[in-house]
């Protein structure tokens, strides 16, 4: 069993930026993919970013792109999310998964293959 706890949210203005880390603990998940996803009120949750176990690579939702930045830190067990430039829109309860299925980004944006969950830390950008 993976247990993952987020930290790093917070209530912050239009333009700053917050650093999102997910702390993983009861496995190494350094080759697990590791990816970020959020869910607003009233709204499905949707993908956020992902970073690859076997290669490292990423990928993103093209409302993040450009403005976001996902990490890991393999020796501390932990996946971040560097989140620069925010807007009111991206106002959500911020959600870590971690999965050891391998699959391709585009399946990792289902959220299908993730089987471990944190329990979500708040983000609020005002305007």
């Known amino acids: 069993q993976v247990q993952l706890v987020e930290s790093g949210g917070g209530l912050v203005q239009a333009g700053d930026s917050l650093r999102l880390s997910c702390v993983a603990s009861?496995?190494?998940?350094?080759?697990?993919?590791m990816g970020w996803f959020r869910q607003a009120p009233g709204k499905q949750r949707e993908f956020v970013a992902v970073i690859r176990g076997n290669d490292d690579s990423t990928g993103y939702a093209v409302s993040v792109t450009g403005r976001f930045t996902i990490s890991r830190d393999n020796a501390k067990n932990t996946v971040y999310l560097q989140m620069n430039s925010l807007k009111p829109e991206d106002t959500a309860v911020y959600y870590c998964?971690?999965?050891?299925?391998?699959?391709?980004?585009?399946?990792?944006?289902?959220?299908?293959?993730?089987?471990?969950w944190g329990q979500g830390t708040q983000v609020t950008v005002s305007s």
């Open positions: 998964a971690a999965t050891d299925v391998y699959a391709s980004v585009v399946l990792y944006r289902t959220s299908r293959p993730f089987n471990y």
């Open positions: 009861g496995r190494t998940v350094s080759t697990y993919a």
